[in-house]
């Protein structure tokens, strides 16, 4: 079985512009969740989805927005991008399940430098 | 609102020998899941063990097993007989109601040859 599959693996952009990031999720699971990995700030959640809804948010500005499609495959926007964007950003999918066994598998990530 | 304390930065190992990484949590969930990941110097996250709020027994998964007390909210990971390719950054998370996971700030290990 195929894992979590984050494209692409690395990005250089610079001030102003904006990205989007892909995630492709393990065949079967539904939700999908993304983390911002930074030195100073560890790992953040930005968001979860679920059938194409997003169900949860974490406390970043709105330049941070994402989606889900009918296949389950997830993607995530950053506009207008800030030196402090630069970044390692994980994605996660996990199967349905009682909330707190929902096990997160990571992709491989996409390192985000932003000149 | 949930935390994860990882007090040890860093950590050394000799190999083949036992290590234990300590974990703190705290969380106003009733139910709740621990758990712990590996982050190589490639960037990706990998999965190591889960220990449920409600699960009696201790978790164990091959080498790693989850030493998890409870009443005094802890959930510390020991590695039995280390390996080189065990050198990495180990997470510690807690995953709540509100379906996100909560990191600590990691535990750099090394295994020493």
């Known amino acids: 079985k195929a894992g979590v599959t984050q494209t692409p693996r690395y990005l250089i952009k610079t001030r102003g512009q904006q990205v989007t990031l892909s995630c492709s999720p393990i065949s079967g699971h539904r939700s999908v969740s993304w983390y911002q990995q930074t030195p100073g700030q560890g790992l953040q959640f930005l968001f979860e989805?679920?059938?194409?809804?997003?169900?949860n948010k974490g406390n970043f500005p709105g330049r941070f927005s994402g989606r889900q499609f009918s296949n389950s495959r997830s993607e995530m926007n950053v506009s207008t991008l800030e030196l402090g964007d630069s970044a390692l950003y994980l994605c996660?999918?996990?199967?349905?399940?009682?909330?707190?066994?929902?096990?997160?598998?990571f992709g491989a990530g996409t390192r985000l430098s932003v000149l | 609102a949930q935390k994860i304390t990882q007090t040890q930065p860093g950590m050394f190992v000799q190999e083949k020998e036992a290590v234990t990484l300590d974990c703190t949590y705290d969380?106003?969930?009733?139910?709740?899941?621990l758990f712990w990941y590996k982050q190589p110097s490639s960037g990706e996250m990998i999965f190591l063990i889960y220990?449920?709020?409600?699960?009696?027994q201790n978790a164990t998964e091959g080498r790693y097993s989850l030493n998890f007390q409870k009443a005094r909210k802890s959930a510390n990971l020991v590695i039995s007989a280390s390996q080189l390719g065990d050198s990495a950054m180990y997470f510690c998370?807690?995953?709540?109601?509100?379906?996100?996971?909560?990191f600590g700030s990691g535990t750099q290990l090394t295994v020493l040859p």
């Open positions: 998370a807690v995953l709540g109601s509100a379906r996100q996971l909560t």
């Open positions: 989805y679920f059938s194409e809804t997003q169900r």
């Open positions: 996660a999918s996990s199967p349905l399940g009682r909330e707190s066994q929902n096990i997160q598998y």
């Open positions: 220990q449920g709020s409600y699960d009696q």
């Open positions: 969380t106003s969930d009733p139910s709740y899941g």
